[in-house]
């Protein structure tokens, strides 16, 4: 009599498929280019203070070991259980502090889903056109890019003379926050520069009054103090 056992082995493990060699390499190949090109679009677009280069290294790595990972489940559903399980117990404590980087994490893998499904010319023409449209909506950022100034005088007429300065040297100027304590004012205010001119920054801070002057892109990078 064929137990429950029985039927289990001779219905998953006995007839286990193999993967084709010519479609694995194919995917395999394909995920690498594609993951330099993620890394590539990555690189171009990057935005934030302090490149770093493993991130990057990791999206390529990242599109071809996902790659590997469900060519190897799509054989066998025993197989893909274990794997499962296996993952599980991975815990991944890197802290993600900039949102774009998830966009590159998610692109890799499903690049990596993709071609492994053997959905070839929807990876490659869909890892394209986000590429493009990336790389078009990173350039249109960086044309006018609003910076926060923070200034700090010593009372309200430094103020009014820095204010009314930087209104002339700039094409754009909003108030975010205003902190008054004893003796000492700060503004921080949300500017948009004529092109890239930040050479008023030095004039600013000779203004009598004015205590210190920061220019801070929104990306975290320090222009001029």
Known sequence: MVSF??????????NFQG??????????????????????????C?????YSPSFGISLVA??????????????NVILSLGMVGALSIVR????????????????????????AANALHL?????IIIAVVLIILSSIGKVDD????????????????ATSFVSKRVKKIRVKSKTITPGAIELNFEVRLNGSDTSFIG??????????????SYGGDYLNT
Do not use: C, H
């Not at 056992?5 to 006995?14: A, V």
């Not at 993967?19 to 990555?42: C, N, P, R």
């Not at 990057?46 to 302090?50: E, T």
């Open 62 to 75: 990242l599109a071809m070991i996902t790659t590997l990972i469900i060519l190897a489940v799509s054989t």
């Open 146 to 161: 609003p910076y926060m100034l923070v200034l700090s005088f010593s009372d309200e007429e430094a103020e009014k003379r």
């Open 92 to 115: 991944f404590r890197a802290a993600i502090k900039d949102p774009m980087d998830l966009v590159y994490l998610f692109w890799a893998i499903a690049v990596g889903i993709v071609l």
């Open 19 to 44: 993967i084709d060699l010519t479609q694995m390499i194919i995917a395999l190949l394909l995920s690498l280019v594609l993951g330099l090109l993620i890394f590539f679009v990555y690189k171009k």
């Open 123 to 127: 990876a490659i023409i869909a890892s």
């Open 46 to 50: 990057y935005q934030g203070v302090l």
């Open 203 to 216: 004039e600013l801070a000779s203004i009598e009054g004015v205590r210190n002057v920061a220019l801070v």
């Open 5 to 14: 056992n029985d039927m289990i082995r001779s219905r998953f493990l006995e």
